[in-house]
């Protein structure tokens, strides 16, 4: 007996912005966590052993056992953000060289919403973004729903002048509408613009009119060296002030605190700062209060000693991955030596196809990466792959380059 003929799913005519849409390959790498066996360097998440859950689990307890903190809590709120959290941004923000007040400052859910937000309100069809190659996918996915064309920066190796970019960008109908970085050991690479790069940036954003977006998910996690100053201390100390700086600064908790909270921010001056509080009404009208509440009691308590773990924790990773990939790899394999951040950069010979290894990896070696091409705008990077060093102890990292050395 035959099995009937399924009828094909009904769907609409779908706006051009949704075929542009792709899966993270990130996202689809997590699920190998759920199978057994296998060891992942795939996702770039937190290690959840290191989530404050005591100062978490206390802090809701103090908010809903007091009737106005619940209420307020547990209800709608204004779309700005909770104030008292604002105003440890405010303090934070200084501490970073960055003077500016709590009008200067929305809150987003997670850095990931801010990318989205910005990419919303500056880009046009056929528009340029300049981004770096890699960069971060989500900054890629956030931004391709918006119908960019991009355009590559190099900010520490570029001869190129302005009137090239904008040129280029004029060709295809568009304008370049900003620049966008991971300045502090940047997903993928795990590398840091220098100071002069910082600066470089700076005046090719000035030289075309345009902000730039600083990604800084990472900023915090610094395991060695001296801290370079954020993009947005250097433009406010050009400009005198954060109302005429170009520079956009995005935050996140996730890294230091809390993913699954989903509180980022971005500092920005108020003109901006009340166009993003429109975009916000219309998408969520406000991040769930009682998180933002939450958050603000985490970051009074504590942030910095959250730090200082995470730093201690992750340096001890990194070192091992570092170690482990000099003990393993061969000839022809380099890969990067971040100062910080959860990630490594490797380059494989150009006769390796990362995500043709990763299939065998999976199969053969029970091993996850992150194919490189995936962080790449034009579809280069085939023969490189980011590791992760943020959830397998230094035993699993040992034991998964290992095998993974073997395979190349």
């Not at 007040?101 to 990931?112: C, F, H, L, R």
């Not at 809390?258 to 509080?277: E, F, H």
């Not at 340096?315 to 100062?339: F, I, Q, S």
Request: hydrophobic share 45%.
């Amino acid at each position: 007996m035959t099995s009937p003929v399924q009828p094909r799913a009904w769907e609409p005519t779908y706006a051009g912005r949704a075929e542009r849409m792709r899966a993270s390959e990130i996202r689809e790498l997590l699920k190998l966590l759920e199978q057994p066996g296998i060891l992942s360097f795939a996702g770039g998440i937190p290690d959840p052993a290191l989530f404050p859950v005591e100062e978490a689990r206390a802090a809701y307890a103090a908010v809903l056992a007091d009737p106005a903190l619940a209420g307020s809590g547990l209800q709608y709120s204004v779309s700005e953000g909770y104030l008292p959290l604002r105003q440890w941004i405010v303090r934070h923000m200084g501490r970073l060289g960055v003077a500016c007040e709590v009008d200067n400052i929305v809150i987003t859910a997670g850095s990931q919403q801010a990318l989205d937000f910005l990419g919303r309100i500056l880009l046009s069809p056929g528009d340029t973004a300049l981004v770096t190659a890699p960069t971060y996918l989500g900054a890629l996915q956030a931004f391709s729903a918006y119908e960019p064309r991009y355009d590559e920066l190099r900010p520490e190796h570029s001869n190129r002048t302005p009137a090239s970019y904008a040129e280029a960008a004029a060709a295809s109908g568009g304008r370049v509408k900003f620049a966008y970085v991971v300045p502090d050991f940047a997903n993928p690479t795990g590398e840091t613009l220098s100071l002069a790069a910082r600066n470089q940036l700076l005046d090719l954003a000035a030289e075309l009119d345009v902000p730039v977006i600083e990604d800084a998910a990472y900023a915090a996690l610094r395991f060695e060296g001296a801290a370079l100053p954020p993009l947005m201390s250097l433009e406010v100390d050009r400009r005198g002030s954060i109302e005429a700086a170009r520079s956009i600064y995005c935050g996140t908790f996730s890294k230091v605190l809390s993913p699954g909270l989903r509180v980022g921010w971005i500092v920005a001056p108020t003109a901006m700062i009340r166009r993003l509080v429109l975009v916000k009404q219309a998408s969520d009208l406000n991040n769930a209060t009682i998180n933002q509440m939450v958050m603000h009691r985490l970051a009074e308590r504590a942030f910095d000693a959250q730090v200082e773990r995470a730093c201690a924790h992750y340096r001890a990773r990194r070192d091992a991955m570092l170690a482990a990939l000099k003990r393993y790899m061969g000839r022809g394999v380099g890969w990067t030596e971040p100062k910080g951040g959860l990630f490594a950069w490797v380059r494989l010979p150009d006769a390796i196809d990362a995500a043709r290894l990763l299939d065998r990896a999976v199969a053969e070696a029970c091993v996850a990466f992150v194919p490189g091409a995936a962080f790449f705008h034009d579809g280069r990077g085939h023969s490189a792959l980011r590791l992760s060093y943020s959830l397998a102890d230094e035993a699993q990292i040992e034991a998964g380059i290992a095998r993974l050395a073997r395979l190349i």
